[in-house]
Structure formats: C-alpha cells, structure tokens
C-alpha cells in the first residue's frame, strides 16, 4: 500500500493527537494507534544483508556497526573488536588442524595460523569475497578497499559476534564455514 504526502501527514497527526480516555470508566490508557517505522539507510541495508551472508543475526546489530567502522571514520571503531577477532581466527585454525591431526608439526600450524590472519593473506580475500569494502565506514581520505581497512573489519566482525553470542567458539564456527565458503557466502 502506497501512501501519499497527505495520507502521512494525518495518520502522524493523529499518532500525535492525545489519546481519549475514559479514566473514569476505569479503561487503560494504551493509544489506540500503534505505528512502528523502520528506517533503512544504505549501511544498514548492507549490514542486513551481510548478516544474510555469513548466517548469523546480531542480537546487537550496534556490535556489527562498530565492527564495520575504520578508526578514521570514529573514535567509536572497530579496533578492539578487531584484537578479539584476531583471536577468535587464529584459534579456529588451530583447533580446526590440530583435531584433524594431533600430530600436525608447530611449523604447519604456524603457517596455517599466519595465513589465516595475514593482512595479504586469506583474512583480505575472505573480506573481499563478502564485499566489505563496499560495506565498512571510512573518512573520505582512507581507501576502504585497503587490504588493511578489508582484514580489519573482517577480524572485528568475529569480535563483535564472539561478543553478541558471548562465545568465541560461537564465533570461530562461522568463520571456519565461511571460510571454507559453506552457506550464503556469495557476494551480494
């Protein structure tokens, strides 16, 4: 249903209006119109669908806005959950290799570590290939398509879901399949 300039204006005049009470007759005071309004801006359009991508729904969609914002956008930014994400990666590898094969070598999962958390390494293809240099906030100065500013965001983003689901093994699990490319992992 469309609405026009007109049709708008009246049902927020109305939502506006004071609400007729019947106090004395002992009824509830709830208005009797109830409007809910999402706004959609082009970054949380973005988010949505990179939520769709990597399967998981943010319980605190803030944690992933915070995740895809560089420090020279905010001081409110992505680093710390970038140190988490770190983390949460690097562990993932280990775990994922080491359950394969205990007897892998220290050399192997060093390398298999260092590959995963590279800025040049997979960390930037796998931020790539979900497209979040279209997605994460930066100053007019800084080239959100920097392997830097793309690894950055990619590693918050499993910060800011190992803090929404307070688990990192919540959060290396979605890495590992998107990753591996398990899931809705295309470039939307």
């Known amino acids: 249903m469309k609405m026009d300039s007109l049709h708008l204006f009246s049902l927020c005049l109305l939502t506006a209006l004071p609400t007729p009470t ?3 007759f002992g009824e509830d005071r709830r208005p009797l119109i109830n409007v809910s309004v999402k706004v959609s801006t082009p970054f949380s359009i973005a988010l949505d669908n990179l939520q769709r991508q990597i399967n998981y729904t943010f319980k605190n969609i803030g944690l992933l806005r915070r995740a895809m914002t560089h420090a020279s956008y905010s001081e409110e930014n992505n680093k710390a959950l970038g ?3 770190v983390n949460v990666i690097e562990s993932s590898v280990a775990l994922q290799l080491l ?3 205990v007897d892998t070598s220290s050399k192997d999962l060093s390398d298999s570590i260092a590959d995963a958390s590279k800025v040049d390494g997979s960390c930037n293809a796998d931020g790539v290939h979900l497209g979040l240099e279209r997605i994460v906030r ?9 392997p830097s500013v793309i690894c950055g965001a990619f590693r918050a983003m499993y910060g800011a879901i190992a803090v929404d689901s307070a688990s990192s093994d ?9 990753h591996s490319g398990i899931g809705n992992t295309a470039v939307m």
């Open 83 to 85: 140190l988490l994400g």
């Open 99 to 101: 359950s394969k094969n």
């Open 138 to 146: 930066v100053s007019h100065k800084t080239n959100a398509s920097a």
């Open 22 to 24: 019947l106090q004395a």
């Open 170 to 178: 919540e959060a290396g699990k979605i890495y590992l399949k998107v």
